[in-house]
């Protein structure tokens, strides 16, 4: 993580609501890298984007397949960006030169990350700037055990190993902060992420269609409006034929809690302007970031 941070300037995301994600990792990749390409032309938009950004486990068919079989080494140390066109990992890799190739920022989604965890991996975020270096890596911290009567039972830790730090990266153009699907529901990831001067913060995620019924809206538009920042969730199309099928319904939304844009069901590509006007008149009409009394509630985690 660099120390320095990025001026906030106007730029263009994009989201790939990926469908198509079976049980051949080869087709599963290159079918990603189709949809990066296209998505990074702008197809359909007014401007290129500088950011695309893919869903949790876009390599991977989530329970019909065993995670470790699945998962990959993932190189990085924090802070050393690195080329990781040449990796071993063949989503390092494919994710690096397809960065490299339409020169834009690329959040990889998510992978089952291996790295010394043979039984249970990782679930592991990567970044890439438009030279094809990885800058970051987000694993997971929250991991989604719950048990919902009539809705979801499902306990992701008998299968994933949780992450142990927070992470953010700078661009050329903004601070944005990392994390994974249910890591949303934890409002203190995004608000130190917003502390530390995260403008956007951004998590790929696969919903269930229960809890993404419930609560896939209302949680992005908390984490917007309680730190003042853009939040994106970035999910899987819909496929009835998995075990969990994903919400769909990919969204960025704004820091006053206005949605920009979001997705429907099927695969797609989405995209938003980020626009860093909104988010200075966001804290300047109602400065709560600069009202909040943590000489009161610093000892919050007590
Ligand atoms: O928080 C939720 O409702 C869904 C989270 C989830 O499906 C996950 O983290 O895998």
Redesign the pocket.
């Known amino acids: 993580m660099s120390t320095a941070r990025s001026e906030f300037k106007p730029f263009t995301l994009a989201f790939v609501q990926l469908g198509r994600i079976g049980m051949n990792k080869e087709e599963n990749l290159n079918h990603a890298r189709e949809m990066i390409l296209r998505a990074a032309s702008g197809e359909g938009h007014s401007k290129k984007p500088d950011l695309v950004v893919l869903p949790e486990y876009f390599n991977t068919p989530l329970g019909e397949a065993a995670l470790p079989d699945w998962a990959e080494d993932i190189e990085f140390e924090p802070g050393r960006p690195y080329d990781a066109t040449s990796s071993n990992s063949p989503s390092v890799k494919m994710l690096a030169n397809a960065a490299k190739e339409t020169g834009t920022w690329i959040i990889g989604g998510s992978i089952p990350e291996r790295s010394g965890q043979e039984d249970k991996p990782f679930n592991a975020c990567t970044v890439y700037n438009p030279t094809g270096e990885m800058v970051a890596r987000h694993r997971k911290l929250h991991l ?1 055990d719950v048990d919902i009567p009539g809705g979801v039972t499902y306990k ?1 830790s008998d299968h994933v190993t949780p992450g142990s730090t927070m992470n953010y990266f700078d661009t050329d153009f903004a601070r944005i902060g990392l994390g994974v ?2 890591d949303v ?1 934890f409002p203190e990831l995004a608000m130190v992420a917003a502390r530390r001067g995260c403008q956007v913060v951004i998590y790929p995620a ?3 269609v229960a ?1 993404g019924q419930m ?1 896939w809206e209302i949680l992005q538009k908390s984490r917007a409006v309680d730190n003042q920042v853009f939040m994106g969730m970035c999910s899987p199309a819909r496929n009835n034929e998995a075990k969990l099928p994903a919400y769909g319904y990919s969204t960025v939304v704004d820091p006053t809690g206005k949605i920009l844009v979001q997705a429907g069901e099927d695969e797609e590509v989405i995209y938003a302007d980020i626009d860093p006007a909104v988010f200075e008149s966001a804290r300047s009409g109602i400065p709560v970031t600069t009202q909040r009394r943590f000489d009161v509630y610093k000892n919050v985690a007590d």
């Open positions: 989604f992701e699907c249910y529901r696969l919903f269930s809890t609560h």
